[in-house]
């Protein structure tokens, strides 16, 4: 079975970093995106930043310049490098995995996304930001 799991969230004040991480377990590295999204109670997931086995790197017009995606196969492992934190980014993170047919990208804003039977999640992880 795959599994997910997120880390790395907390409290930080305006202007600060954080760094996620998200351990997979059970998957077999092929054709994949791997993707960031957050939420906020009340409100739609949004997408952060995607990053596809292709190195097809996507990020949301809100976090470009300040958060970086990438990935390190060797620990099955996937960071968010969030720097210049800002009070609107306050929201639970989810990293999320869909295995994919070879050379298939999906963006951030595809409903594939919310496809729950191809579509792997994590339990999430808390960011704060205040101000």
């Known amino acids: 079975q795959i599994h997910l799991v997120e880390s790395g969230g907390g409290s930080v004040q305006s202007g600060g970093s954080l760094r996620l991480s998200c351990t997979i377990s059970?998957?077999?590295?092929?054709?994949?995106?791997l993707a960031w999204f957050r939420q906020t109670p009340g409100e739609q997931r949004e997408g952060v930043a995607r990053?596809?086995?292709?190195?097809?790197?996507e990020y949301a017009d809100s976090v470009k310049g300040r958060f970086t995606i990438s990935q390190e196969k060797v620990k099955s492992s996937l960071y968010l490098q969030m720097n210049d934190l800002k009070p609107e980014d306050t929201a639970m993170y989810y990293c999320?995995?869909?295995?994919?047919?070879?050379?298939?990208?999906?963006?951030?804003?595809?409903?594939?996304?919310?496809?729950?039977?191809?579509?792997?999640w994590g339990q999430g992880t808390q960011v704060t930001v205040s101000s």
């Open positions: 999320a995995l869909l295995p994919v047919d070879g050379g298939t990208n999906y963006p951030l804003r595809h409903p594939a996304w919310d496809l729950k039977d191809i579509t792997y």
């Open positions: 059970g998957y077999t590295w092929k054709s994949y995106c």
């Open positions: 990053i596809t086995s292709d190195r097809d790197i």
